[in-house]
């Protein structure tokens, strides 16, 4: 079975700073898509970006980064130069496999509350 | 614009009585699901339908049932609700299964006194 851990329940940083959320997870799967999902204080979910297991770049988008490591399973997020903007709570998900070897939904973390203190 | 529609925003209720959460996407949309979010738990699904009048349970099926009678809609329905599914949930679609990004409804936060 998928999991998706987040270690990581709370973390607060003073704007500015570079932080990073953490994302490991278990698949028996070769073929995979793993995300990452914000929910600001007004509690919808906004995509953030989606990454398939055959694709290890790593990916930049303006402050946020993405370190993906087959190696390691992990899926790593990170914001340069925090902003109060991003306190919010962060899930990353991985594609749950069906039984006839397709996809039925996204198994998620936990989720990480970031906490950017102005 | 391009959305998911879920309504009520927020409901408070009674055990036994039963409700329905509707849900309705504009994108023509064949996949589409229901999760619930607890403290601690993150989401987790309940039901998912890859196209109309497919249905099958996720994680946590019990006490829910859903319909896919038409493309756009997929309520979400509690024949007798109890405190344990006082939960924010959200319904979410996509183009086909979850290899696409999820569109995700503004959430319901349902309260089971």
């Known amino acids: 079975a998928q999991k998706v851990t987040q270690a990581q329940t709370e973390i607060s940083v003073v704007e500015k700073e570079d932080v990073t959320l953490d994302c490991v997870y278990e698949?028996?799967?070769?073929?995979?898509?793993l995300f990452w999902y914000k929910q600001p204080p007004s509690g919808e979910l906004v995509f953030l970006i989606r990454?398939?297991?055959?694709?290890?770049q790593n990916e930049i988008s303006g402050r946020y980064s993405w370190n993906f490591q087959k190696s390691t399973s992990s899926f790593n997020f990170t914001i340069t130069a925090s902003q109060v903007v991003d306190s919010a709570v962060y899930f990353c998900a991985l594609t749950r496999s069906d039984s006839g070897g397709g996809a039925d939904g996204l198994t998620f973390g936990k989720g990480t509350h970031l906490i950017i203190q102005p | 614009e391009a959305q998911v529609t879920q309504n009520p925003r927020y409901l408070i209720t009674v055990t036994g009585k039963k409700l329905t959460v509707t849900c309705s996407q504009n994108m023509n949309h064949e996949y589409m699901s229901w999760y619930r979010q607890d403290p601690g738990l993150g989401l987790r699904q309940i039901y998912y339908s890859m196209n109309v009048e497919v249905t099958d349970k996720g994680d946590v099926p019990e006490g829910y049932k859903v319909s896919r009678k038409e493309k756009r809609n997929f309520p979400l329905i509690l024949e007798s609700p109890s405190p344990n599914q006082t939960s924010l949930y959200f319904c979410?679609?996509?183009?086909?299964?979850?290899?696409?990004?999820?569109?995700f409804g503004s959430g319901t936060q349902l309260s089971v006194l």
């Open positions: 979410a679609s996509s183009w086909s299964a979850t290899n696409e990004k999820l569109f």
């Open positions: 990454r398939n297991s055959f694709d290890e």
């Open positions: 698949t028996r799967d070769t073929t995979y898509y």
